[in-house]
């Protein structure tokens, strides 16, 4: 297994955390407003297109995301995850594509703040890198 693909692999299974803030996770829900996700500029979005897991070089991305749900404690869709395979480098790496679905949950809440998804789990409909069936990324990004 190429060195890119075991720590994608590594990450997948053991969460990588990306980058929310001081919001904690597990507090209770307590913005009126739709919960959001905090993409890599730190803004906070609903139904987003694209997901840049790995925000330092998007290496790591899910894309053509469609919503079938988004709810105050979870959303649902489904979507195309991307990874550069930094073979031979990670400048001239291809990428694989791999089939989601995707669930975002782990609420998260501060005063005066949106509720913020912070989980993002991921199941390969047709096996993911390193021949994974499921994963789970926890987005930290701070929001502005």
């Not at 955390?17 to 307590?30: C, K, N």
């Not at 070089?57 to 649902?76: C, L, Q």
């Not at 995707?102 to 993002?120: E, N, R, T, W, Y």
Request: glycine share 12%; charged share 10%; with cysteine.
């Amino acid at each position: 297994m190429h060195p890119r693909t075991r720590r994608i692999a590594t990450a997948l299974g053991a969460s990588a955390v990306i980058g929310l803030g001081s919001l904690l996770a597990g507090a209770p829900a307590g913005a009126a407003t739709s919960p959001v996700l905090v993409d890599c500029t730190g803004t906070g979005v609903t139904k987003p297109s694209s997901i840049t897991i790995a925000c330092a070089d998007a290496g790591v991305a899910i894309t053509k995301i469609s919503w079938s749900s988004w709810k105050a404690s979870s959303a649902k869709g489904k979507g195309t995850l991307t990874v550069n395979t930094c073979e031979p480098t990670c400048a001239a790496g291809n990428n694989e594509t791999y089939p989601v679905r995707i669930s975002l949950g782990g609420l998260a809440a501060a005063p005066g703040k949106p509720d913020v998804f912070s989980q993002v789990r991921l199941t390969f409909t047709n096996g993911g890198p390193a021949m994974l069936n499921t994963g789970t990324y926890v987005i930290d990004n701070p929001m502005s």
